[in-house]
């Protein structure tokens, strides 16, 4: 009787797993206690993906969109995806980041070996593209943030992606500084603003 009850709560639980990816804290509010989450993993009901961090295995992501997700999860609903990630994923740089780049808000205080955390004041629902699992800074929003935060990407790297964007067409200059004023950010873009329009 005490199996039989056991396999029903274990059941039971499986079918309160949250969809997609999601972490411990959402495991709990689903009504899974953490020992439960863990005899899920062992059992293969569970993938554990991170530290605290776990995939509901009947969800398809596309590959694609893993490492975003799983950065988001770990960072928690208001982190974005941006930096020289957003620009590698848009196509304005060419290099690889060895580190996935994420804004939070600045009292976030996680860290974590695979990213390269930005503390930020910005709002975080302004120039944001929203996806199933991960949110990242729309086109226009990672070029300003670049031009921002020139100090750690490198000032050459994001005059460089404005101006690729401008040129493929992907946004235009009245775009970015329209972006640029939205977030508070004017003055950034108008100091490399003879670097970045396109004749």
């Known amino acids: 009787m005490a199996a039989t009850g056991a396999q029903t709560s274990k059941t039971s639980a499986r079918q309160r797993i949250p969809a997609g990816i999601f972490t411990v804290a959402d ?21 554990q993906l991170d530290r605290g961090i776990f995939q509901n295995p009947a969800t398809d992501i596309d590959p ?13 609903p208001q982190s974005t995806i941006g930096g ?10 060419e290099q690889v980041p060895s580190k996935t780049w994420i804004l939070v808000p600045q009292h976030i205080k996680r860290r974590g070996a695979r990213y390269r ?14 996806h199933r699992y991960y949110r990242i800074a729309n086109i226009n929003r990672a070029i300003v943030e670049a031009l921002r ?5 490198g000032l050459s790297t994001a005059i460089h992606a404005a101006r690729t964007a401008i040129k493929s067409r992907q946004t235009s200059e009245a775009k970015i500084l329209k972006a640029a004023r939205n977030l508070g950010l004017e003055r950034f873009v108008l100091r490399q603003w003879d670097a970045i329009i396109v004749e």
């Open 117 to 130: 955390v930005i503390r930020t004041k910005l709002d975080p629902s302004i120039g944001i593209s929203r």
């Open 64 to 76: 694609a969109d893993f490492d975003f997700a799983i950065a988001c999860a770990h960072f928690g």
């Open 27 to 47: 495991a709990v509010a689903a009504g899974i206690s953490r020992p439960t989450i863990y005899r899920l993993v062992s059992g293969g009901s569970v993938i």
């Open 84 to 93: 020289l990630t957003a620009l590698f994923r848009y196509g304005l740089i």
């Open 149 to 153: 935060y020139s100090t750690k990407l």
